[in-house]
């Protein structure tokens, strides 16, 4: 198995507050990925890093930031957290981005706002 | 636009029977097929994949086939059993940019009786 953790796996908190979540990888690849998935929705792109420091938005980045200060950890953080992004949250590593390029997921952090 | 279609679940079939899950696509371009799974309280992990018009993928008796001509990239299987009880998501990847990103099904849910 791919080696990525998250953390917390859990996590209830209140609207307003700001919220960080972690993806941490042994894998030493280059692109990480932040995803969440909600029944109906499937799986929507947050953000994505193509580097250190590098990084960019996918489809449904408004409310979210994320940083990515070296290869091995990808922070997503909820400036401040409401009730529509409740979910679960999934980070996902691949070491290129050729033509049929696998991607490896994390167990995913479930996200309750109140 | 790139955009990914499956039937909508759940699926429930008794043990050792035979497994259809639909897949079409619409896409620009050549892109790659993905069939990923999500076991119960699991991230996600990749089942097959093609990477051109008329390859197979297939993986743990699972199989699906690219077809250019009907735009679809069915998942098959023989006979299924209760551990093939899971979420099953059809994907496509394009180029973005400095990425190539994936579009993602809203995900099939099957269960197995034994």
């Known amino acids: 198995d791919a080696g990525i953790t998250q953390s917390p796996r859990h996590k209830v908190t209140e609207t307003g507050t700001p919220v960080t979540l972690r993806c941490h990888q042994t894998?030493?690849?280059?692109?990480m990925y932040w995803y969440r998935q909600d029944p109906g929705h499937g799986l929507r792109l947050i953000h994505y890093?193509?580097?250190?420091?590098?990084?960019d938005k996918g489809e449904v980045s408004d409310g979210y930031s994320v940083s990515r200060s070296k290869t091995e950890d990808f922070l997503l953080t909820l400036e401040s957290a409401t009730s529509s992004q409740t979910s679960v949250y999934f980070c996902?590593?691949?070491?290129?981005?050729?033509?049929?390029?696998?991607?490896?997921f994390g167990p995913g952090t479930r996200l309750t706002v109140l | 636009g790139n955009s990914v279609t499956q039937m909508e679940g759940p699926v429930t079939l008794s043990e050792e029977a035979f497994l259809t899950i639909n897949c079409t696509y619409t896409?620009?371009?050549?892109?790659?097929l993905f069939w990923y799974v999500q076991y119960p309280g699991e991230g996600l992990q990749l089942l097959l994949k093609?990477?051109?018009a008329d390859d197979k993928g297939s993986n743990k008796g699972f199989e699906a086939t690219y077809r250019k001509e009907t735009t679809s990239f069915h998942l098959e299987k023989g006979s299924v059993q209760v551990s093939d009880s899971a979420v099953y998501f059809c994907?496509?990847?394009?180029?973005?940019?400095?990425?190539?990103?994936?579009?993602w099904g809203l995900g099939t849910s099957l269960a197995v009786n034994p």
């Open positions: 996902a590593i691949s070491d290129g981005i050729g033509a049929g390029r696998e991607q490896f």
């Open positions: 894998e030493n690849h280059r692109y």
């Open positions: 890093s193509y580097g250190v420091k590098d990084t």
């Open positions: 896409a620009t371009g050549y892109p790659s």
């Open positions: 093609a990477t051109k």
């Open positions: 994907a496509l990847d394009y180029n973005a940019g400095n990425n190539r990103k994936l579009i």
